[in-house]
């Protein structure tokens, strides 16, 4: 614990599950520590503690348990001794001394140690805001379900602070929360999540490709591609490596749902359903009415080219090269696919982003917003046999499309990205 001002606060060490690289250039702050409020009880339980060792609370580090006691009543334990299991046992054996009959009802009510435990993670889920990433990030307790969405996003020290105070209020009062500015500036989670002022770069970055000088065609094809790719790779929380992003002629017209093909395990390509927000849908259109007027404009073969890329499933990604022909000695130019990885890793790299760098600012953007089964479904996380849209699932769709829907839009449009087309008015063959 330490001592802010007049108040306590736990300053706890997270160094056993934080990644020990460094951040990367662009990303948020993280912390290898988690600083949270202490109730009122539990600091009249310390000044009881300092008063008892006469210890001032500005002096340096002070003990105030010790588990010595435990090896008096014939513990035994194999290799080296767990410090909290030692000041359990410590705890239970004094209750057996001076109230019997409390240690046994404790036990006989289920009111061990362990449920003790479970009441802080169920309490944080159920809160408003609730996320069961939140709760593991507070508590270091992480379900299995909540591994593989622990490794997105990072939240702010502030607001962590803040969902425990609501969520352990009702057992005990807090002092209202006040963080030191150092670590107010700090979060707690994954090492790749952008900032927003990262974010807002990139966007400025893409979109100011559309509108430039007069230049040749396809460069402004190239930043037409890249701020589609761009600002879908974050509306879809696409992971980058592998699969497909949706064409909108793929994506039913009456649920926008699409089937969204991303991460490829043991050579078996998985699927996962996402809901397509009007930002994305409106950005498609534009895209799609972009290569369109392509086909207009490009010379014959090319423009073939394009065509037989356009018929084909997903969305028509390709590049304009040209070069110069031997045969006829002149210069042509050709339309080349490209991969969906390629393409929003050029878009990324704009501001030196990981391919799934939309992945992790949109995780940290929905917690507490959206329920954790919704986001869940939306990642394609969960156990094997027991997924979002598996046998025994209760997920209704609707409710998932109206989670999303009341959510998507606003982060979106927040960070800058809104549909934009290239203006090809000023394209030069």
């Given at each position: 614990?330490?001592?802010?001002?007049?108040?306590?606060?736990w300053?706890?060490?997270l160094?056993?599950?934080?990644?020990?690289?460094?951040?990367?250039a662009g990303t948020l702050?993280l912390?290898e520590?988690?600083y949270l409020p202490v109730?009122?009880?539990?600091?009249t339980?310390?000044?009881?503690?300092l008063?008892?060792?006469?210890?001032a609370?500005d002096?340096?580090a002070?003990?105030l348990?010790t588990?010595?006691?435990?090896?008096r009543y014939?513990?035994q334990v194999?290799?080296e001794?767990?410090?909290?299991d030692?000041?359990?046992?410590?705890m239970?054996?004094?209750?057996e001394r001076?109230?019997?009959?409390?240690?046994?009802?404790?036990?006989d009510?289920?009111?061990?140690?362990?449920s003790?435990?479970r009441?802080?993670?169920?309490?944080m889920n159920?809160a408003a805001?609730?996320?069961m990433?939140?709760t593991a990030?507070?508590?270091?307790i992480?379900?299995s379900?909540?591994?593989?969405?622990?490794?997105?996003?990072?939240?702010?020290?502030?607001?962590l602070a803040?969902?425990y105070r609501?969520?352990?209020?009702?057992?005990?009062t807090?002092?209202?929360?006040?963080?030191?500015?150092t670590?107010a500036a700090?979060h707690i989670?994954g090492?790749?999540?952008p900032?927003?002022e990262?974010?807002?770069?990139?966007?400025?970055s893409?979109?100011?490709?559309l509108e430039a000088?007069?230049?040749?065609?396809?460069?402004l094809?190239?930043?037409?591609?890249?701020?589609s790719?761009?600002?879908?790779?974050f509306?879809l929380?696409?992971?980058?490596?592998?699969g497909?992003?949706?064409?909108?002629k793929?994506?039913?017209?009456?649920t926008?749902?699409?089937s969204?093909?991303?991460?490829?395990?043991?050579?078996?390509?998985?699927?996962?359903?996402?809901?397509l927000c009007?930002?994305?849908?409106?950005?498609l259109?534009?895209?799609?009415?972009?290569?369109?007027c392509l086909?207009?404009?490009l010379p014959?073969?090319?423009a073939?080219?394009v065509?037989?890329?356009?018929e084909?499933?997903?969305?028509?990604?390709?590049r304009?090269?040209r070069h110069?022909?031997k045969s006829?000695?002149?210069?042509l130019?050709t339309?080349e696919?490209?991969?969906v990885?390629?393409a929003?890793g050029q878009?990324?790299?704009?501001?030196?982003?990981?391919k799934n760098a939309?992945?992790h600012w949109l995780r940290?953007k929905l917690?507490?917003q959206c329920?954790t089964?919704?986001?869940?479904?939306f990642?394609g996380?969960?156990?094997l046999?027991s997924?979002?849209?598996?046998m025994f699932?209760?997920?209704d769709p609707?409710?998932?499309?109206?989670?999303l829907a009341?959510t998507?839009d606003?982060v979106?449009?927040?960070a800058g990205w809104?549909?934009?087309?290239?203006?090809?008015a000023?394209?030069?063959?």
């Open positions: 614990m330490v001592r802010n001002g007049e108040n306590w606060a300053w706890l060490d160094r056993d599950r934080a990644d020990p690289k460094p951040t990367e702050t912390s520590r988690i109730t009122d009880l539990t600091v339980i310390i000044d009881r503690c008063a008892q060792r006469k210890c609370p002096r340096f002070q003990p348990f588990h010595w006691e435990v090896g014939g513990r194999a290799g001794p767990d410090e909290q030692l000041l359990v046992a410590t239970m054996h004094w209750l001076h109230d019997p009959q409390t240690g046994r009802k404790a036990r009510a289920a009111a061990t140690t362990a003790l435990t009441w802080l993670p169920a309490t159920e805001g609730g996320d990433v939140l990030a507070i508590t270091g992480i379900p379900m909540a591994e593989a969405s622990s490794a997105y996003g990072a939240l702010s020290q502030d607001r803040r969902h609501s969520s352990i209020n009702g057992i005990d807090l002092p209202p929360v006040t963080l030191p500015a670590v700090t989670g090492r790749f999540t900032t927003d990262t974010v807002g770069d990139l966007v400025r893409l979109a100011e490709g000088a007069p230049r040749p065609i396809e460069m094809h190239q930043a037409m591609t890249r701020y790719v761009g600002l879908l790779a509306a929380a696409h992971r980058g490596i592998t497909s992003l949706p064409a909108s793929d994506v039913d017209d009456n926008r749902f699409y969204l093909t991303d991460k490829n395990v043991r050579g078996t390509e998985t699927q996962r359903l996402v809901w009007d930002t994305a849908m409106e950005q259109r534009l895209y799609d009415e972009h290569v369109k086909e207009d404009m014959e073969e090319t073939r080219q065509g037989q890329i356009r084909q499933r997903d969305l028509p990604l390709f304009l090269k110069r022909s006829f000695d002149r210069e130019l339309a696919p490209i991969k990885t390629n929003i878009a990324m790299a704009v501001q030196h982003l990981r939309g992945r940290t917690v507490g329920s089964e919704t986001i869940h479904a990642y996380h969960g156990p046999d997924g979002s849209w598996d699932s209760a997920l609707a409710v998932y499309r109206a989670d009341r998507l606003p979106l449009q927040a809104i549909p934009r087309a290239a203006n090809l000023i394209a030069t063959l």
